[in-house]
């Protein structure tokens, strides 16, 4: 039970640091989806824009089309889980 209770809390921190809002969701820069892009093992030189698709998104998974200088990508984000990435032409 107490592991329920720090896990919670946690979250109320989140949100109430986040300004109420859950930041992955709504504004997520280039260089934070690049970061990502590259952990996972893609090359991303130089990110110059990220748009969510708010067509495909969905509540708990974030679609962003992320350019950077040598390739453009879509990523889906979904919470505690790796990013799904697909390169695009």
């Known amino acids: 039970m107490a592991w329920h209770r720090l896990l919670v809390g946690t979250f109320a921190v989140a949100f109430v640091a986040s300004g ?6 709504q504004e997520t820069p280039p260089e934070d989806l690049a970061s990502q892009l590259r ?24 679609v962003w089309n992320l350019r950077c200088g040598n390739a453009s990508y ?16």
Do not use: F, Y
């Open 20 to 25: 109420g809002r859950l930041a992955w969701a």
């Open 39 to 62: 952990l996972q093992g893609h090359r991303c030189d130089e990110p110059v824009t990220a748009q969510r698709d708010a067509q495909l998104s969905k509540p708990d998974e974030v």
């Open 74 to 89: 879509r990523m889906r984000l979904t919470p505690d889980m790796a990013a799904r990435i697909e390169q695009l032409n």
